[in-house]
């Protein structure tokens, strides 16, 4: 058979299409083509748009964030009043979102775990529950949702006269939720420093108990010992330095209640619409996480003597944490981001006052959506940047 | 199927059964439902005996041995362990897991220990064991296991071979006085199967009793005392090794032999 030679005709004619089938030239090419075509696109919008601002006399900058924002929200938690500054305002959205979203998180993540777990109950009646409660919500949009508790519920509570009530303390009426303020007196700081003291010594405790059973094999109540510690410590400085703490009731004063911590009606639908929703993925989330430790696992314990409650702490737990975390901390994500359709029931959160009021007053739409995607960008990839730490962490070891 | 090493001419290695019993099973019954997967069994299991049972697969052999530490609930008939009771008594099913070890067919090490920590998770929770003293023995169990070199890997690194290997010192780190393998080299690549087996060549030469459903029947002629052949649930026929295979009495074993031999 002939051999080719380096250079001779054939192979010259050729060389042009060899070269764009080489499969290296072909990777760079097209990454290439989809650059220029994405700067392209982006240098038309950014040309299109200043043109067309200049057109109309709008200004771009961010020198209206200092300009005094003139309107009222209804709720902050932040002080806020009218005459503060719309930079004022971006703030006073971004906390009563977050205040929001973390309230939702905490109590989502809580009903998430008894959901998921009680799906998987050998009791028929309370899987069937777990089942139903998971399906119903998970299969319903949050917006019906959010406009029931808040059309259905919360909007048709008798008038502050006719409020339920729970020991005097607690309140419930169409205005909102009342609840005591704690007013701490002088001294209360001795109580906040037992606390940390008792975080401290449960922490060293357990570190103790861990290094005790190491070196003599001995077990330790831990658990009991800590929570023990956690919660008598404090009580017990408390007492000893005479309950420097007090209580501002709300008490019903004219037509509405005065005193105490409030929050509305929308604040409340809003917090249990997301809470509940989300609880229903959450739990999900659980029950495929420990569904996916396989049952040889607490076979494999339970032939080595490993009683049911340490097979699960020892065993179950541990595997099941890396399949549950992922989805639940993007269950997170969605509940921040899911927050923003307060709009809808005049929750002030940070789209409804910063988008929806601040935007039409200033006309400054670029700026200000670019401020709050910002803020959600970044909320979601710190969490995310968390999430990603983890997963390195707990990454299974295989070939 | 292992006819190169049943015709090898390996020495039956010496028994080491004592008049003492220490699995005692009379008249078990067990149902999946309808399915009737235990029926009226007995069986007496001495000290240091070395007992293989084979059949066909659904025969039941597995669910037996489950039986034995309670992986698996029997509905009739007694099962003593130990001189304990297996009933709904916790204290009883725990004392008995304790010195009763198992290793299966799919290995089921802990993914996220590693190999040594594998070796003593139960000894530290169970026995109480300080970790110096339960990290000194495990490693004495991989070398008697032929793999010291990899204690601080995870199962995930390791090949089934090493790692069947690694669940019978696990198991064996609890000091167990009975042994159960639930068909412990169906799930390995032939390379791999000679070296779990020579593993537990060696536990039968230290004079453990152990109970093997397996279908090596190599092994069975070499190690056992007793072959057990299961079908239907019942036990159909038990014999030394070499009365069971070169003079089987029933037609259900004749059968069975002649197909897991023919090739």
């Known amino acids: ?399 | 199927m292992s006819l190169e090493t049943l015709d090898s001419g390996q020495e039956h290695i010496a028994s080491a059964i004592s008049d003492e019993v220490v699995i005692e099973l009379s008249k078990v019954n067990k149902w999946y439902g309808e399915f009737h997967v235990l029926k009226d069994i007995d069986l007496t299991v001495y000290k240091g005996e070395r007992i293989v049972i084979c059949g066909p697969s659904g025969s039941g052999k597995s669910t037996l041995i489950r039986c034995i530490n309670r992986l698996e609930e029997h509905q009739q008939g007694d099962i003593l362990v130990n001189g304990v009771t297996m009933d709904t008594n916790l204290k009883n099913i725990d004392a008995i897991r304790r010195d009763v070890g198992m290793v299966f067919q799919s290995f089921n090490l802990f993914p996220h220990l590693t190999v040594l920590e594998n070796c003593t998770l139960a000894p530290i929770w169970v026995r109480n064991t300080p970790k110096a003293e339960a990290d000194r023995l495990a490693m004495q169990l991989l070398e008697r296991v032929k793999i010291p070199e990899q204690a601080a890997k995870y199962p995930g690194q390791l090949s089934g071979g090493q790692q069947q290997r690694v669940a019978i010192a696990r198991s064996l780190a609890m000091n167990p006085n009975i042994m159960l393998f639930d068909e412990p080299t169906s799930a390995l690549d032939p390379e791999m199967i000679s070296e779990v087996l020579d593993v537990m060549v060696g536990l039968a030469e230290s004079g453990m009793t152990m109970l093997v459903v397996t279908h090596e029947m190599g092994f069975a002629k070499r190690v056992a005392d007793r072959v057990i052949f299961m079908d239907q649930g019942e036990i159909v026929e038990q014999n030394t090794p070499g009365e069971f295979f070169n003079n089987p009495k029933s037609d259900r074993t004749k059968l069975f032999l002649s197909q897991i031999l023919a090739h």
């Not at chain 1, 449960?202 to 919660?231: C, D, E, P, S």
């Not at chain 1, 039409?360 to 910002?374: D, F, K, R, T, W």
């Not at chain 1, 969490?383 to 390195?392: D, E, G, Q, R, T």
């Open chain 1, 1 to 399: 058979m002939a051999v080719l030679e380096k250079g001779s005709p054939r192979r010259q004619s050729r060389s042009i299409i060899e070269w764009l089938n080489d499969e290296r030239v072909r990777s760079v090419l097209y990454q290439a083509i989809v650059a220029i075509a994405v700067i392209a696109v982006a240098r038309y919008l950014f040309v299109n748009t200043s043109e067309n601002l200049q057109a109309r006399g709008m200004s771009s900058g961010f020198d209206f964030l200092s300009g005094t924002a003139g309107f009222s929200i209804a709720w902050t938690v932040l002080p806020y009043e009218a005459g503060d500054s719309y930079f004022r305002v971006y703030l006073v959205g971004i906390v009563n979102t977050l205040i929001v979203s973390l309230v939702a998180i905490v109590f989502a993540t809580l009903l998430g775990f008894i959901m998921g777990i009680m799906r998987l109950s050998k009791n028929w009646l309370i899987s069937k529950i777990a089942a139903w409660y998971v399906e119903i919500l998970r299969n319903t949009p949050l917006l019906l949702q959010i406009l029931f508790w808040f059309l259905a519920v919360f909007s048709l509570l008798p008038p502050p006269r006719g409020s339920f009530g729970l020991l005097d303390m607690f309140f419930l009426n169409n205005r909102g939720f009342y609840m005591p303020a704690p007013v701490p007196g002088a001294g209360f700081d001795y109580t906040m420093i037992a606390i940390l003291l008792a975080i401290a010594a449960t922490y060293a405790v357990a570190v103790w108990a861990k290094k005790r059973q190491m070196a003599t094999g001995q077990q330790f109540h831990t658990f009991w010992v800590g929570l023990g510690i956690l919660f008598g410590l404090p009580i017990l400085v408390f007492l000893a330095t005479g309950s420097p703490l007090s209580f501002d009731f709300a008490a019903l004063k004219g037509f509405n209640f005065q005193g105490g911590v409030s929050v509305p009606p929308a604040f409340c639908a809003l917090l249990l619409a997301l809470m509940i929703y989300h609880s229903a993925f959450m739990a999900e989330a659980v029950r495929a996480g420990i569904l996916s430790v396989s049952h040889g696992q607490t076979e494999a314990a339970y032939s080595l003597g490993l009683r049911p409650g340490m097979t699960l702490r020892l065993v179950i737990i541990p595997q099941a944490m890396r399949a549950v975390v992922p989805p639940m901390i993007s269950n997170w994500m969605n509940v921040v981001k899911n927050s923003s359709l307060a709009i809808a029931i005049g929750y002030p959160d940070l789209v409804a006052v910063y988008m929806q009021t601040s935007l039409n007053q200033s006309g400054h739409a670029i700026e200000i959506v670019a401020m709050v995607m910002l803020f959600y960008m970044s909320v979601s990839l710190t969490i995310s940047m968390a999430l990603n730490y983890y997963n390195k962490l707990v990454q299974l070891k295989e070939r």
